[in-house]
């Protein structure tokens, strides 16, 4: 059964581009969620995708945005990129969507901002 | 920013050893999950507690869901060499708005010495 696909793997992008990352989730899985990974913030939770509507948003500017598509495959969008964007994004699914619903995760997109 | 406190934050330990680290929170959670990462990789889910006072295995791996709900606890048993790398607790929340999201502990970097 094939894991959570995140494309592209690595990304080197400049401060005020723009950047576009996808996520496949695991096949089934309807719920697609986004991490942010920095050393020095940790995990932090971006946003939760469900049937095509975004369920809950992390505290994040609104630069940070995505969608979910009818297959259940999510992207997101990061505009005007600043230094401190630089990161591993990681993409996580589950079945559904609620407390219960143990995530499972892709290997990320490693973004770095010049 | 983390609600998670996760001690220890690292560990050097020589191969055949037990290890144990735990997690903690000011607010209840309905799921604690445990998950591993390795350079380079995604985090790779280890266990899925479900129920307050939970004791659950997996192979040389045990965790526990504190019966506040507000801790949990992980011990590898011998540890071997390939147990190497990052291991993160995290915790999901009941209720609408919570959705699937995970909080993250900060981690707990292990090194095991052959």
């Known amino acids: 059964k094939a894991g959570v696909t995140q494309t592209p793997r690595y990304l080197i992008k400049t401060r005020g581009q723009q950047v576009t990352l996808s996520c496949s989730p695991i096949s089934g899985h309807r719920s697609v969620s986004w991490y942010q990974q920095t050393p020095g913030q940790g995990l932090q939770f971006l946003f939760e995708y469900f049937s095509e509507t975004q369920r809950n948003k992390g505290n994040f500017p609104g630069r940070f945005s995505g969608r979910q598509f009818s297959n259940s495959r999510s992207e997101m969008n990061v505009s005007t990129l600043e230094l401190g964007d630089s990161a591993l994004y990681l993409c996580a699914s589950s079945w559904t969507t609620g407390s219960n619903q143990p995530q499972h995760f892709g290997d990320g997109t490693r973004l770095s901002i010049l | 920013g983390q609600q998670l406190n996760q001690s220890p934050q690292s560990m050097f330990i020589q191969e055949g050893e037990d290890v144990s680290m735990n997690c903690t929170s000011s607010?209840?959670?309905?799921?604690w999950l445990w998950y591993k990462q390795e350079p380079g990789e995604g985090p790779v889910l280890l266990i899925a507690?479900?129920?307050?006072?939970e004791l659950t295995s997996n192979g040389r791996l045990t965790a526990q869901f504190g019966i506040t709900r507000k801790d949990s606890f992980l011990n590898i048993s011998a540890s071997i060499p390939s147990d190497v790398g990052i291991y993160f607790c995290a915790g999901q929340r009941a209720g609408e708005t919570s959705g699937s999201r995970l909080t993250f502990g900060e981690g707990t970097q292990l090194t095991v010495n052959p």
């Open positions: 607010s209840i959670f309905n799921t």
């Open positions: 507690l479900y129920k307050a006072g």
